[in-house]
């Protein structure tokens, strides 16, 4: 049996027994009990009401929430197979983009270019302040000429994927947490910041992703502050074409 219904008959069964046995109580106040009971009655039911939808809802949204982390894990499980190609796979820059972005790698001590994969690296330090997502002034004549280079001749039909890292150590200060309350916030808010800034710069923004691994992908044990600067940094991987990131089909023009 339902609840309302139990309630209701609990109340209708409390006014008979009292109407049967002859209760002795003044009129006005028997007429005030039983319009208090009358009033508990509904109050009960209205109660047992919004337990039944909070738990339908609690439901809904427990369904919602799998879903969510379901099409998450799918996204995660995709990026990593493409960094993990990029990282294995022959470099797809030409020699003469490959001498330029050495030549850039040579006059920025915190920018550093593989050239047997095309993956750029840099350092946070070089581009945010602690804590920060928001690109620091010096930041930018880097993020240009690197723009330029991948604008330029047949690098400019390769697409960019950003992704961001940190170390391992929480987000401390309390204005820091406003903005970025972990560190999956902040690394996925400096590869936006990297590539927006890029955009800004010329590449057009259907050539680019973003992606933030938090912590969870060092590149040096976090057993020291050496390491931990190491590990703060913002990666670009070169990508081919044809490569397919989370679904997207790059034949599809979006001009």
């Known amino acids: 049996m339902p609840v309302s219904a139990r309630i209701s008959l609990s109340c209708l069964v409390g006014f008979l027994l009292c109407g049967s046995t002859g209760c002795v109580v003044p009129q006005q106040a028997y007429m005030q009990s039983q ?4 009033q508990l009655c509904q109050q009960n039911r209205a109660l047992a009401m919004d337990r039944d939808n909070l738990r339908t809802q609690l439901s809904v949204a427990n369904k919602r ?69 928001d690109l620091k002034p010096e930041a930018s004549p880097l993020l240009k000429e690197f723009a330029s280079i991948m604008n330029d001749n047949d690098a400019k039909a390769l697409n960019i994927l950003v992704v961001g890292h940190t170390d391992d150590k929480p987000i401390a200060k309390e204005k820091t ?20 800034e890029l955009g800004k710069a010329g590449i057009k923004e259907r050539r680019m992703g973003a992606a933030g691994y938090s912590m969870y992908q060092p590149v040096r044990p976090n057993k020291d502050d050496e390491s931990r600067r190491h590990n703060r940094r913002v990666e670009i991987y070169v990508l081919s074409p044809d490569a397919v990131v989370a679904g997207w089909d790059p034949a599809i023009n979006l001009d």
Request: net charge positive.
């Open 35 to 38: 319009y208090r009971a009358v």
């Open 65 to 133: 929430f799998d879903n969510l982390q379901a099409d998450r894990s799918e996204l995660q499980r995709r990026y990593i197979n493409i960094l993990n190609q990029a990282k294995n796979q022959k470099s797809p820059l030409s020699e003469s983009t490959t001498r330029r972005l050495e030549e850039l790698q040579s006059r920025y001590p915190m920018f550093e270019f593989d050239p047997q994969t095309g993956v750029s690296k840099f350092g946070s330090d070089i581009l945010f302040n602690s804590g920060s997502a």
């Open 177 to 196: 947490r406003s903005q970025h309350p972990t560190n999956w916030h902040l690394s996925t808010n400096r590869a936006n910041s990297v590539l927006l």
